[in-house]
T-cell receptor
């Protein structure tokens, strides 16, 4: 499968614990996006990378959230000291800038449940 | 700021009937508009996009969308609904500088047999 893959698909954790999600984009895609989706809402933009550079961060991304894309390939999203309000689906997407009118390709998402 | 609005939380339609899911947008300049579908506990799947050209855009699974500049709308349509079309549908506008998508709140489509 050459699509966007995310791991784990589902994470249950206790409040205060740290969690990390991984995203592997489509291999030739140089842009990578993280979104958060809560129940009944549309996806909300969190951050995006072009290659290894993080170019924009949403105000939704508190100091407890950090994202990296160290070699311009896979990306990780870490949430420290999780809170119940962090429970959501975290979606990763990728695209290729030379196809500037192209769509974003989404992974299946990582669902976080904070108890 | 760019935005999209989906005025209906849910649309109900009988199988075999035509369906319309509404979307209006607010952008500066020419819009890049998208429709995505989401099945339960799944990611978003691309359906179709409008970039330029013909106002009627055809996409996956028999869906189409009509771009109307004067009404700033991009409604999703299908001539004959299937029960399997039941899902959550999102309209989105693309921000040109970053390529990021800004999504609407979604419309749940329920097709009854």
């Amino acid at each position: 499968d050459t699509g966007v893959s995310q791991d784990p698909r589902h994470k249950i954790t206790k409040r205060g614990q740290n969690v990390t999600f991984r995203c592997d984009p489509i291999s030739e895609h140089n842009r990578l996006y993280w979104y958060r989706q809560t129940l009944g809402q549309g996806p909300e933009f969190l951050t995006y990378f072009q290659n290894e550079a993080q170019l924009e961060k949403s105000r939704l991304l508190s100091d407890r959230f950090s994202a990296e894309r160290p070699k311009g390939s896979f990306s990780t999203l870490e949430i420290q000291r999780t809170e119940q309000g962090d429970s959501a689906m975290y979606l990763c997407a990728s695209s290729y800038t030379s196809t500037s009118t192209g769509e974003l390709f989404f992974g299946e998402g990582s669902r976080l449940t904070v108890l | 700021a760019q935005s999209v609005a989906q005025p209906e939380d849910q649309v109900n339609v009988a199988e075999g009937n035509p369906l319309t899911v509404k979307c209006t947008y607010s952008v500066s300049g020419n819009p890049y508009l998208f429709w995505y579908v989401q099945y339960p506990n799944r990611g978003l799947q691309f359906l179709l996009k409008y970039i330029t050209g013909d106002n009627l855009v055809k996409g996956s699974y028999g869906f189409e969308a009509e771009f109307n500049k004067s009404q700033t709308s991009f409604h999703l349509k299908k001539p004959s609904a299937l029960v399997s079309d039941s899902a959550l549908y999102f309209c989105a506008v693309r921000e040109r500088a970053t390529d990021k998508l800004i999504f609407g709140t979604g419309t749940r489509l329920q097709v009854f047999p």
